[in-house]
């Protein structure tokens, strides 16, 4: 399609679906989206203003969101109003959702009275909530229904859309009793009760539950769709797994962005401007930078040891570099484990005895390689560490020992100590931990070194 | 619940079910499966040969592999048979996917005739392909058919499972046609042709297909269910969401892994023996470690010029340092956004460009305040950088430009470099990018002080 676009004639005429192999109503939404995406914004608006409502429907959720605004900000009054209010409800509150405040004032005024009520009402919930996923269209049946009955009612009350997929039981106050598949409808005899063919087994999650804990709970579950209910279990709309995996997918990317040390990103890497990208990198690396000036204090205070000793100096980033390679190594393994729940902060016990045997190990396998480069080297003549280079290598050895050691240590224990007070491990970034190590590490090695070499080199 | 695991009497009439306050019904799989996990195995294993068949069966996909394994391995050979033969086809797969080749021999004999030669069918395709996610219990109609005689026909020939969600046309052959969500034979009057409710749009995957391909088609067109055919368009089963999200989060922990410089664990942190943990550690911070000595080479031919002037080390790690972490963030950035295919290889130029500008901007922020800091401690007499402070702050801010415009450069292009010779961009991890950024600052660094410093302190 994208070999296509490159050929197209761009006039007034230019028709979208001859982007297509296919006829027109083969088409899937999703790839229509795609194709309006490719092309250049005014043809990508003239394509969209010419679709038939229904259409324009279907497609807009598959464009992303900031195309989804642009169109907005640029159709007619009458089309917009149409499109907001025949979005499913979980389209039209993450619409709403990333809009400014004042946009937000604008466009609620395009809703019919309902959908307005409805979208205020659920925008007030927290960013992180369940409601902002909510999907309001589900389909409801009473327990003295018979299974024809309930099919019935659903014919004459239902449209055909996903919401179908899972009917709920509820009683005269709309309160949830159970869920039922659809499939049951079919699979049971249509004599039979609807109460004779409940289980009685649902989830359900409350309006205010984070993100979190649907995520949580569609994967314990292996559900494609919950319910939501208020405190009253009022069953107020349903979550759909594909939101959920967007959601899942988003969180991925913030979590990976903070642990490279970025600010997270609202847009994609290639929709987000550059002055944006810039500041967010910007104020990691100033304060990652900040932190890392302490080890021109720390070396400063080593200023005369390495007058005395300069070859002390050339060891300088590869040692401080293992610490921080094996603490970055470290936080990666522990951050993932509590935020995939197989590690909790009571585990930090089981945690820190591990990471000590493995620091040791590490270090022991490391500082072993870097001896024996000083050794070869000085051996075959390939660099002259002077009279003293066993002492040299032997505080090598020992400090590379107790630095990958302390790097283990820094970056297993600081992701728990951040998740024990509430605030994301991921932010003890593989930066983060480098940094926090470099400075430490240059003071265990200068001080393992003044020990060594006493009375020889310093 | 974990809380009445303590306070257990464990004895032989200990019951599972006395760890949950409702009745022993209404006790969800999952529910059950997390009970047994927290219990030790001894108990586990007597409580799980408790359970009727039918309960095994439900629960036993619940449980996390190792323990399936471990179960497996101690229960009745009878008991081991009836559970592997009634797993669903995709579970069943699964389990035998993870066993050693010499088990798989063993378990593949307790499955009769027609379930062994599908397993093994299945197991031929690589470990990255659909085939090792397919569910063969799915339900077809005949076009020609009303919506009663499906409803019908399902009834007589189906079970009550997840895999009469979706019902599949297929003509006598066995080719696919089209999927109807069974909601439609509950919407559409009894007396209505399947071949009139079709709407011949239907998403199908490849046997062949990788996993990826998969996840793909999923959030492309917002399924919870796609059918897989082989080259000749023939109906093999389903692939399910419930396991697309296994894969997702599989892959993204061995991303994120990968990019924290560690070896994908096979399995999760907790459930990994030390020396397999640290043998996926060290392999990594061995090839760092040999790449970081290059440091000590590069500072052994400038020995020379640090001898003469030892405040140039002072700087040594703040100015390396800081083009390792601008080269994470934006590896961080670009493997992202390739992995979300926001990016291709193709657009190598617009990041280059962007990268570019990115790294100079940062460099002059960065450096200007290094140059503060040194112009600030000198002047307040917090350190005596000698009286050529100002040539050295100079070096300082035009280090930390080269440097970080070489590592935002090297940490962009990277990824898509290996991209490229179709290797995964995460391989160039956060401290691989570091540790290449190390060795080739320093040069720069030294490179830029010989310039600057030439005539005065060098």
Redesign the interface.
């Known amino acids: 399609m994208l070999d296509k676009v490159k050929n197209i004639v761009w006039d007034k005429d230019f028709d979208i679906f001859s982007l297509f192999d296919k006829e027109k109503e ?1 088409v ?1 939404p ?1 790839e229509l989206a795609q194709a309006i995406e490719s092309i250049p914004f005014k043809y990508a608006l003239a394509s969209f203003s010419k679709l038939d409502y229904e259409t324009q429907v279907y497609t807009f959720p598959y464009l992303d969101i900031l195309l989804q605004h642009k169109l907005v900000r640029n159709l007619s009054q009458q089309c917009t109003s149409h499109l907001l209010n025949n979005l499913s409800s979980d389209e039209r509150i993450s619409f709403f959702s990333d809009l400014s405040h004042l946009e937000r004032a604008v466009y609620i005024n395009y809703l019919d009275e309902e959908n307005r009520r409805e979208t205020q009402n659920f925008l007030g919930y927290s960013e992180n909530s369940v409601a902002r996923l909510i999907d309001t269209d589900y389909a409801t049946i009473f327990q003295d229904m018979t299974v024809a009955e309930a ?1 019935q009612h ?2 004459e009350n ?1 449209k ?1 859309t ?1 919401a ?2 899972v009917i709920y039981v509820v009683d005269e106050d709309g309160k949830l009793i159970d869920d039922i ?9 249509p004599e039979k009760k609807i109460s004779d063919i409940m289980d ?2 649902f ?1 359900s999650l409350n309006i205010s539950d984070t993100q979190e804990t649907a995520i949580q709970k ?5 559900r ?1 769709v919950i319910p939501v209910v208020n405190e009253g279990n009022m069953l107020l709309g349903v979550i759909t ?2 939101d959920i ?1 967007d959601v ?2 988003q969180k ?2 913030e ?3 903070k ?4 600010e997270k ?1 609202d847009f ?4 987000t401007g ?1 002055f944006k ?2 500041e967010k ?2 104020t ?3 304060i ?3 932190g ?2 302490l ?2 204090t720390a ?2 205070y080593f ?1 005369h040891e ?2 005395q000793a ?2 002390l ?6 040692i ?3 610490g ?3 603490g ?2 470290a ?7 509590l935020a ?1 729940k ?2 909790t902060i009571k ?1 930090w016990w ?1 945690v820190m005895r ?1 990471e000590i ?2 620091g040791v ?2 270090g022991v ?2 500082g072993s ?2 001896f024996l ?1 000083i050794t070869i080297w000085q051996q075959l003549g390939w ?1 002259d560490y002077g009279e003293h280079w066993f002492l040299i290598a032997l505080t090598v050895f020992c400090s590379l020992i107790g630095i990958i050691l302390w790097g283990t240590l820094t970056g297993s224990m600081i992701p728990i100590i951040l998740k024990k007070y509430d605030i994301d491990p991921a932010t003890s970034s ?2 983060f931990v ?2 926090l190590v ?1 400075v430490t590490g ?1 003071i265990i090695y200068f001080t393992i070194a003044a020990v060594i070499l006493k009375g020889t080199l310093l």
């Open positions: 083969k899937h999703a099919s659903l014919r239902h055909d996903e179908a997929n598949q659809v499939r049951r409808l079919v699979l049971n005899a009685g087994d989830v569609f994967k314990d579950y292996d494609v797994i594909d995996m899942v997918e991925e990317t979590e990976i962005q642990f490279g040390g970025v990103l994609p890497y290639v929709k550059f990208l810039t990198r910007a990691w690396l100033i990652l930078f900040l890392e000036m080890t021109a070396m400063g200023e390495i007058s300069v070859v100096a050339l060891f300088v980033p590869l401080i570099s293992s921080g390679n094996s970055s190594q936080a990666t393994l522990i951050i993932r484990a995939l197989e590690l585990d089981f591990r045997l493995s190990t590490l396998i490391l390689i870097g480069r660099y593989a930066p480098a940094t470099d240059l």
